[in-house]
Nanobody, 124 residues
Framework: VQLQASGGGLVQAGGSLRLSCAASVRTFSSYTMAWFRQAPGKEREFVSFISWNSGTWNYADSVKGRFTCTRDNGKNTVYLQMNSLKPEDTAVYYC??????????????????WGQGTLVTVSS
C-alpha cells in the first residue's frame, strides 16, 4: 500500500485547507485511515481517523469542530477538511492506514502504512 498526501500550504489564521491522501490499493474500502501531524520539535500526534466502513470517526480534542475527515472509496482517497485554522495547527500532516478491517486507534502504533507528509503552515 502506498499513500500520497497532498494539499498542504501556507494559509492565514482563520482560513481553510483540504488535505487529500490517495492510496494505491484495490481494496481501499477495507482500510481504516487516519491523519497524524508533527509540529517542529514536537512528538507526532493523532488528528483524526475514519474506520474502514465509515461507521466510526474520532478527532483529537484540539481539532474537534474544526476538522472533518471523510473518504471516497471510489477514488481511493481520504480527506481532511481543516477550517478555522490556527497557528498551532502548523505541522507536517501524515496519512496512515491500518491492516485491512482493523479498527482505528488514536495511537500511531498499529498503523502499518504511512504517507510522506504534507506541510501545513498557518500564519498569525
Amino acid at each position: 500500500v502506498q499513500l500520497q498526501a497532498s494539499g498542504g500550504g501556507l494559509v492565514q489564521a482563520g482560513g481553510s485547507l483540504r488535505l487529500s491522501c490517495a492510496a494505491s490499493v484495490r481494496t481501499f474500502s477495507s482500510y481504516t485511515m487516519a491523519w497524524f501531524r508533527q509540529a517542529p520539535g514536537k512528538e507526532r500526534e493523532f488528528v483524526s481517523f475514519i474506520s474502514w466502513n465509515s461507521g466510526t470517526w474520532n478527532y483529537a480534542d484540539s481539532v474537534k469542530g474544526r476538522f472533518t475527515c471523510t473518504r471516497d472509496n471510489g477514488k481511493n482517497t481520504v480527506y481532511l477538511q481543516m477550517n478555522s485554522l490556527k497557528p498551532e495547527d502548523t505541522a507536517v500532516y501524515y496519512c496512515a492506514a491500518r491492516a485491512p478491517y482493523d479498527y482505528g486507534s488514536t495511537s500511531d502504533w498499529g498503523y502499518r502504512y504511512w504517507g510522506q507528509g504534507t506541510l501545513v503552515t498557518v500564519s498569525s
